[in-house]
């Protein structure tokens, strides 16, 4: 079993940046690779990027590519969403996800085994 803890959601103007943290635990020797994801209002839970563990590739939704970066920290064991130029429509639940040897595309949130809470991101205009 993989725990993942987030951090890092808030309250910020449009234009501001916040960055997500998600803390692994437990099994993660078998992580191939970390996602996040969102989900807004009424509107279903989207791919907004991953990061494979081993090499980093990394891999975002069109709409942030150029404003967010994934990064992680192997000794930590966490992965980052640094967020910056944040819109209002940016606003939902971010999640943390990952990935076991299975996995064999990255936006597809069934690919993921395992769930963090999740965090609330509100972006204000």
């Known amino acids: 079993q993989v725990q993942l803890v987030e951090s890092g959601g808030g309250l910020v103007q449009a234009g501001g940046s916040l960055r997500l943290s998600c803390a692994a635990s437990g099994r993660t020797s078998g992580i191939t690779a970390m996602g996040w994801f969102r989900q807004a209002p009424g509107k279903e839970r989207e791919f907004v990027a991953a990061?494979?563990?081993?090499?980093?590739?990394?891999y975002y939704l069109g709409s942030v590519k150029g404003r967010f970066t994934i990064s992680r920290d192997y000794a930590k064991n966490t992965v980052y969403l640094q967020m910056n130029s944040l819109k209002p429509e940016d606003t939902a639940v971010y999640y943390c996800a990952a990935a076991g040897p299975r996995a064999t595309v990255y936006f597809a949130g069934g690919q993921y085994d395992y769930w963090g809470q999740g965090t609330q991101v509100t972006v204000s205009s």
């Open positions: 990061i494979v563990w081993s090499g980093g590739s990394t």
